[in-house]
């Protein structure tokens, strides 16, 4: 279980690094481009495993609908929010403002 796990995690880094500075996409999007379209889960996982790969932007992942779901597992209080913001994006009350128009959706490139 746990090389399919890191398998599928690796797959999920590998989208997640093409999300371009100032945009953000959610767990759902990157599941479904992996075709693995009710894992969203298991892409949070992978996220909140990623703290530690400074390659990978888990930023710049939210859920669908623009929240920053995944905030508590940054270092510091609002280092999420404040790297989304360092990039252009406008956040009130942990929700992205204008979502529809930072939202990238990902393409199989993996």
């Known amino acids: ?26 767990y759902g999007a990157i599941a479904k481009v992996l075709g693995a379209a009710r894992s969203a889960r298991m892409v949070g996982w992978a996220m909140n495993a990623a703290h530690n ?3 990978v932007p888990a930023h710049r992942v939210v859920n669908r609908k623009g929240l920053l779901t995944g905030k508590h ?11 989304l ?9 942990n929700q992205i403002m204008n979502f529809e128009s930072v939202f990238w959706e990902p393409e199989m490139k993996v």
């Open 53 to 55: 790969l400074e390659d």
């Open 1 to 26: 279980m746990k090389a399919t796990n890191d398998n599928f995690f690796e797959r999920v880094y590998a989208v997640v690094r093409q999300i371009p500075y100032g945009k953000v996409t959610s």
């Open 73 to 83: 597992h940054f270092d510091g209080t609002n280092l999420m929010q404040q790297l």
């Open 85 to 93: 913001e360092s990039e252009g994006i406008v956040i009130e009350d």
